[in-house]
C-alpha cells in the first residue's frame, strides 16, 4: 500500500472516530493529552449523541470501518483481560454481516478456479447465497452424483484490503506500544500479528478443509459430534465443498425443545465436547458461535464453519488440567505454582502475594452456588489478575478462553443450571490418570519400545565410551571454587555406581524389548516373557541399590 492510499484511509479512520464521538478516548491517552484543549473548538461534539456509552461507540466506529475491523473487533472481544468489560461486552455484539457479492462473479470465480465449466461439477448451483460474511460466502449446490453440497467461495480480491488494513493497524500498534504506558506488557503488535496470522489462515480454503477433516476423524467413532465430509477432488486454494447438513441452529432452544431433545443432556455434551477436543485430541474447533453450531433432530450436534482451529503443547494440557484441578480443590497456591512454572508469569513472580491475589479473586465466585459460576470468566478474572504480575499474552490459550466462553455460553443458554464443574471434573481427573498414572507410564514403555531396540545395540560402546574416558580422567566438570571441586569429587565417588545404575536401566529396557517383542519374532533364548521377567527384576533390583540417596542432592 503506498503511503498517499495509507495516508487517505489513516484520514478517514480518523474522521470515523471522531465522527463516532471517539475523540474523547484519543485525547485522554498519554499521546494526544496536551491537545485535550482542543475539544472546545470541536463544534461537532454538540451534534452527538451523548448518552450513547464509549463500547457502543466503539463498536458503531469498527462496523463503519468496514468487515476487516468488524473481524479484528470480534477477536478483541475475547481478550477481555486488556479490555474493560462494558466495552468487551459491547464487541461481542458485532456481526460479520456483509452485503454479498453477485452470484455470477461467485461463478466465475469457482470455474476459473476448475478450468472448466461449472456444468461439468455441479448439476445444480444456486446463484444467490446461502450466507456472506467477510471473507467468503456460501452457495448451495449439487453434484453429478445427487449429492448435496455447499460450496464456500473466497470474495474477489480480498486478499489486498486485508494487507492496506492489516498494515494500518500494524501502524496504530506501533504508536501504542512507544505512547501508551501498559502498551510494551500486552504487546500490541503482537495482537495484530496473531489477527493477521488467523486472516491469512482463513483465507486457504484447503487449510480449512484438512482442519475440519481432522475434526471429522477424531469424532468418527463418537456419537457426540457430526462434522460434514469434504470431498477434496473439488476443493481449491479459494473454493471449498463440503456435504450439506440440515439441523437446527443451536440458538433456536424452541426449535430445539420441540424436537424432545434432552436439554439438560445437550448442554452437557456440549461441554464434553469442548474438554474431549482439548485434552484428548489436542485439536479443537476455535469459533464455535451459535452460528456455527446446529443440532440434528436426533440430539447430535453437528459444526461448521473450521476456518479458526487451536491446539496446546502437552506442557500446557497438562498445567491446564493441573490448574482446573486446583480449582476445583480450592488450592490457590498450586495455581499460583503452576503459573510460575508454566512461564506464564516471570520466574521472579512471589508466589504468596500471586496465591493471595488469586484467593480474593476466587473466593467470592466460589461462595456462589455452582451451577452459577462461570468456568470462562473465572478464567478470565485470573487472566486479568495475572496482569498485575506481568502475564504475558499467550495466544494459545486465548484461543482456549474464547472457545471456553462460546461454549459455556451455549450450555448455558440449552440448560441456565448447567453445573459445568460437574461435568468437567471427571474428565479432568480421568485424563490426569492417564497422563500421569501407571498407564501412563506403561502406555509411554510400549510406545518407546522400537526406538529403545534401535538405540539398545548402541548402548554397550557408549558406556563403554564414557567409563574408559573416566577411567583416563578424560571426563571432567569445567569450573572454579569450592562448589566445582566437591562436585567433581562427588563424580568420582559416583562412578562406580553409575556404572551399575546404567547397567541395571539396560537389563530393565532389555526386558522390556523382550516383552515387547513377543509374539511379534522368534527367540534363540527360550521363553521372552519369563527371560524378560527375570532381566528386569536383576536391573530393577541393580537399580535401587545404586539409586542416590538423600546425601546425593
Known amino acids: 500500500m503506498n503511503r498517499i492510499g495509507q495516508a487517505l484511509r489513516l484520514m478517514f ?88 457479492f453477485p452470484g455470477e462473479k461467485a461463478r466465475a470465480i469457482i470455474e476459473k478456479a476448475y478450468g472448466q465449466p461449472l456444468s461439468s461439477v455441479f448439476s445444480e448451483f444456486d446463484t444467490t447465497p446461502l450466507a456472506s460474511a467477510s471473507i467468503a460466502q456460501v452457495h448451495t449446490a449439487r453434484l453429478l452424483d445427487g449429492t448435496d453440497v455447499v460450496v464456500k467461495v473466497l470474495r474477489p480480491d480480498i486478499e489486498p484490503v486485508i494487507r492496506r488494513d492489516i498494515s494500518l493497524m500494524y501502524i496504530l500498534a506501533d504508536k501504542m506500544q512507544r505512547y501508551w504506558r501498559e502498551g510494551r506488557r500486552l504487546r500490541p503488535r503482537e495482537v495484530v500479528r496473531e489477527f493477521e496470522k488467523n486472516l491469512i489462515d482463513e483465507l486457504d480454503l484447503m487449510r480449512e478443509s484438512a482442519s475440519a477433516t481432522q475434526i471429522r476423524r477424531n469424532f468418527s467413532t463418537s456419537d457426540l459430534l457430526y462434522v460434514p465430509e469434504v470431498y477434496w477432488p473439488h476443493c481449491r486454494r479459494n473454493v471449498m465443498v463440503m456435504e450439506r447438513i440440515h439441523g437446527i441452529p443451536v440458538s433456536n432452544i424452541e426449535a430445539i425443545r420441540h424436537s424432545g431433545i434432552d436439554l439438560k443432556g445437550l448442554a452437557e455434551r456440549g461441554v464434553e465436547i469442548f474438554f474431549t477436543q482439548v485434552f484428548r485430541h489436542n485439536f479443537f474447533h476455535a469459533d464455535m458461535h451459535p452460528g456455527n453450531i446446529f443440532v440434528s433432530h436426533a440430539g447430535q450436534y453437528m459444526a461448521v464453519d473450521f476456518g479458526i482451529v487451536g491446539t496446546l503443547s502437552h506442557d500446557d494440557q497438562r498445567y491446564l488440567a493441573e490448574n482446573f484441578l486446583a480449582f476445583f480443590k480450592r488450592d490457590y497456591q498450586r495455581v499460583a505454582e503452576l503459573h510460575v512454572e508454566s512461564g506464564w508469569v516471570p520466574a521472579d ?199 542416590p540417596d538423600g546425601k546425593d542432592s
Open 13 to 100: 479512520i480518523s474522521w470515523t472516530l471522531l465522527r463516532n464521538g471517539l475523540d474523547e478516548l484519543l485525547l485522554a491517552t498519554h499521546l494526544f493529552r496536551p491537545l485535550r484543549f482542543l475539544r472546545w473548538f470541536m463544534w461537532w461534539r454538540v451534534l452527538r449523541n451523548r448518552e450513547l456509552e464509549r463500547g457502543v461507540r466503539i463498536r458503531r466506529t469498527l462496523e463503519d470501518l468496514g468487515p476487516i475491523f468488524v473481524k479484528f473487533g470480534q477477536i478483541l472481544s475475547t481478550r477481555r483481560d486488556l479490555l474493560p468489560d462494558d466495552i468487551a461486552i459491547e464487541l461481542a455484539k458485532l456481526q460479520d454481516r456483509v452485503p454479498p
Open 349 to 547: 513472580t512471589r508466589v504468596d502475594e500471586f496465591e493471595a491475589a488469586i484467593r480474593t479473586v476466587c473466593e467470592p465466585i466460589f461462595e456462589r452456588p455452582l451451577a452459577e459460576i462461570s468456568f470462562g470468566q473465572l478464567l478470565l478474572r485470573l487472566f486479568q489478575t495475572a496482569r498485575r504480575f506481568n502475564m504475558e499474552v499467550q495466544p494459545q490459550l486465548v484461543l482456549l478462553q474464547k472457545t471456553l466462553l462460546n461454549i459455556e455460553g451455549l450450555g448455558r443458554d440449552l440448560y441456565p443450571e448447567l453445573d459445568l464443574w460437574q461435568t468437567a471434573k471427571p474428565f479432568l481427573e480421568r485424563w490426569m490418570s492417564e497422563q500421569l498414572g501407571s498407564r501412563a507410564f506403561l502406555k509411554r514403555i510400549k510406545d518407546n519400545v522400537p526406538k529403545w531396540g534401535e538405540k539398545l545395540p548402541q548402548i554397550p560402546s557408549l558406556i563403554h565410551d564414557v567409563l574408559e574416558q573416566a577411567k583416563q580422567g578424560k571426563l571432567q566438570v569445567q569450573g572454579d571454587g569450592e562448589e566445582f571441586r566437591l562436585l567433581r569429587r562427588e563424580i568420582r565417588r559416583a562412578n562406580q555406581r553409575t556404572f551399575f545404575a546404567i547397567l541395571g536401566s539396560g537389563l530393565i529396557i532389555s526386558a522390556a524389548i523382550l516383552l515387547g517383542l513377543d509374539g511379534y519374532a522368534p527367540t534363540m533364548l527360550g521363553d521372552a516373557p519369563a527371560l524378560s521377567w527375570a532381566l528386569g527384576a536383576v536391573g530393577a533390583v541393580m537399580l535401587l541399590l545404586n539409586w
